[in-house]
């Protein structure tokens, strides 16, 4: 790191990240890259600063209102700020402007690159840059500047960082990178986002900490295919956050030891904010059997023994095609959450909550839920026993008991080959096609089946390329006629569908709920009406905001949906439908011309207004053969 900031090895220093806006820093002229080397402390005496305790240990004396004197060396020379001392509370840290053209900042130990280290190429980095890192393992990740991706620079390369934190950052994608933790390490977080907006994890692999990754009051934040293991917890969503949680392995993440005191055991903790988990394989998260946890109780020791999934205190969940199994407890809920419950596997455990009145829980969450979800659970008013820290004690606690329904199963999810890893499901699995739409359950495809990630605009293989350009399997040049099973997962990028195909989708969707009596007294009831539909648009390019604000808008004055208004929340992400229907050859005919692949879009509307879901097909338009499927879903929030 020395070498990335222009420190002489024979000197040591605090780095400066960053510097808050409004901050006697910022008006003294402080700026990110500046290395503090020496301060005076109240007696008037210049001490050397190697280390954040010496620092604190000069200026802690230090009153407000009084300066504080740091001599910093900035490009090799030694310049001295005078900076008042004050406490309150600052601004955001201040963003340095973008370049006129992105940059790629690649990383290398051995000095090859443009930097040694991820703070030296973090400081020289810019919003819109992105960060690649050769194989290696480097120190922690801290990223503070918006706008910044990091990924191996090689494609198979191993790279693995100490800990990643994201703090005050937005528009931040981070892929690819193994977040080893030490002994050191087990009272950290691997992950921690903080303060956060608009925040990617995906494809990460987080081992050997006190929690695997923690959100802390951050917005649109997304965690995407990852490995969590290892780890105390698993993830942890808490503090006004808004979060996607989707096609994770979260495994093994458990308390060993009786001093591990407060801390969450288990796979995903939900508290105060609003998450959405979809297709996540979360197993084997308990509390060994010699392990003496402390009561269930916020208030005194461990809250959770070896929980799959934990929604408590004023938290909002939707969860959906999960596996949860092989947990000491399958899923547990406090009484003042809100959650959404169906087409998950739940083996083998307990919907637990914590409530001392079965009867309260069941008025303040489940009254207007769906009888779907009802009729997957079942009240015990008898009390069976849990942890507690006085042998001498028994704690007492209400729970549901999970039943198989009508979109919730409980059966053995049958993983390929659980002794080798191996998560898919075994090609004879019962959750193939029990997701929402007939895909499959779980964070991964069955065994023979074809995910394909299609390239589309904002993808890494670039906004015109092919699926079989972006080096995935299904793309065109596949001759095969039969069609693909479904589940496969539309990674990144948007879809745009041509505009002049609007009116004729709504037309149909309108006309196909006029036939439809039992369709629209579903909808008004506030269940799920499916309403299948058919629209080919062109492969590889995006789909427009203004395309989802007009098909919402058109579906409202149509008397599809309630009339609220409705807002567009982000980006797509994958999801299951179900549909009936044949390719419409006709609309099929009219895109020759244009592509030489299309999008078959077969969909559904939700009775309940806040999502509209897309299934989409990638089909030859000449041939009519089908080469890609996949899952997309476009997000509306309502505004009351």
């Known amino acids: 790191m020395a ?24 008006s003294s002229g402080l700026a990110p890259g500046d290395v503090i080397i020496k301060v005076r402390n109240s007696s008037g ?60 900042i690649t990383v290398a130990a051995d000095g090859s690159g443009d930097a040694r280290t991820t703070y030296g190429a ?57 977040v080893a933790g030490t002994a050191a390490s087990s009272t950290l977080d691997g992950i921690s986002i903080s303060r956060a907006a608009r925040v990617t994890i995906r494809d990460c692999k987080v081992q050997g900490f006190l929690v695997g990754v923690k959100v802390s009051g951050s917005t649109d934040v997304v965690l995407e295919g990852n490995t969590i293991t290892g780890n105390t917890g698993g993830v ?46 979360i197993i084997e998260n308990r509390v060994s059997p010699d392990t003496f946890v402390k009561m269930v109780d916020e208030s005194n020791g461990v809250l959770v023994p070896g929980i799959g999934v934990q929604v408590v205190v004023s938290a909002q969940a939707v969860v959906y095609n999960n596996i949860i199994a092989f947990n000491n407890v399958g899923f547990m809920a406090l009484s003042d959450t809100r959650f959404t419950l169906e087409y998950n596997d739940v083996y ?31 009240m015990e008013f008898t009390m069976p026993p849990l942890f507690s820290s006085e042998p001498t004690r028994t704690v007492y606690t209400p729970f549901l008991e999970f039943q198989p329904s009508a979109t919730n199963l409980s059966v053995d999810p049958l993983f390929a080959d659980v002794l080798s ?6 090609a004879d699995s019962p959750l193939a096609t029990k997701g929402r739409g007939g895909g499959y359950i779980g964070a991964f495809p069955p065994v023979g089946s074809r995910e394909t990630a299609v390239a589309v605009a904002g993808s890494d293989a670039g906004p015109t390329a092919t699926a079989a350009q972006s080096g995935q399997t299904g793309g065109p040049g596949r001759t095969d006629t039969a069609e693909p099973k479904p589940g496969a997962v539309v990674r990144g990028g948007v879809l745009r569908v041509d505009p002049e195909l609007l009116d004729q989708l709504v037309a149909e969707l309108h006309k196909r709920a006029e036939d439809s009596q039992q369709t629209k007294d579903a909808l008004e009831r506030g269940f799920v009406g499916v309403i299948p539909f058919e629209l080919v648009g062109i492969a590889n390019v995006t789909l427009s905001t203004d395309f989802i604000e007009n098909l919402s808008t058109s579906l409202i004055n149509s008397g599809l949906q309630p009339a609220d208004a409705v807002r567009v929340n982000g980006a797509l992400a994958e999801l299951g439908i179900q549909h009936s229907g044949q390719v419409s050859r006709e609309i099929a005919s009219q895109l020759k011309e244009k592509a030489d692949c299309a999008f078959l879009l077969l969909g559904t509307i939700a009775g309940q207004p806040s999502t509209i879901v897309i299934n989409a097909r990638l089909m030859d338009t000449a041939t009519g053969r089908f080469l890609a499927a996949g899952r997309l879903e476009a997000v509306l929030d309502v505004v009351q």
């Open 3 to 26: 070498e990335d900031v222009g420190l002489p090895q024979d000197r040591r220093g605090l780095l400066v990240l960053g510097v808050y806006k409004g901050s006697p820093a910022e």
């Open 45 to 104: 005496k210049t001490v050397e600063t190697p280390d954040l305790e010496k620092f604190k240990t000069a200026t802690d004396a230090i009153p407000a209102g009084k300066p504080v004197d740091l001599t910093i060396l900035r490009a090799g020379k030694e310049i001295t700020f005078s900076i008042m001392r004050t406490t309150g509370t600052f601004g955001p840290v201040i963003q340095p402007p973008a370049r006129t053209e992105p940059r790629i």
């Open 122 to 178: 973090v400081l020289k980095s810019r919003p819109g840059d992105t960060v690649l890192l050769r194989d290696g393992e480097y120190q922690e990740l801290w990223i503070w500047w918006n706008g910044i991706s990091v990924r191996p620079a090689e494609p198979g390369a191993r790279v693995s960082v100490t800990r990643i934190v994201i703090d005050g950052a937005s528009e931040v994608l981070v892929q690819g990178l193994a």
């Open 236 to 281: 942890v969503i808490q503090s006004q956050s808004q979060a996607k949680v989707t096609r994770n392995l979260v495994k093994g993440n458990a308390v060993s030891r009786a001093e591990q005191d407060r801390a969450f055991c288990g796979g995903i903790q939900v508290s105060y904010s609003k998450v959405e988990l979809s297709n996540n394989t």
């Open 348 to 378: 083998g455990q307990q919907i637990q909550t914590k409530t001392w009145s079965p009867r309260a829980f069941v008025e303040r969450q489940l009254r207007g839920a769906r009888s779907d979800f009802l009729s997957g659970i079942r």
């Open 421 to 426: 890893g191996d998560y898919r499901l075994a």
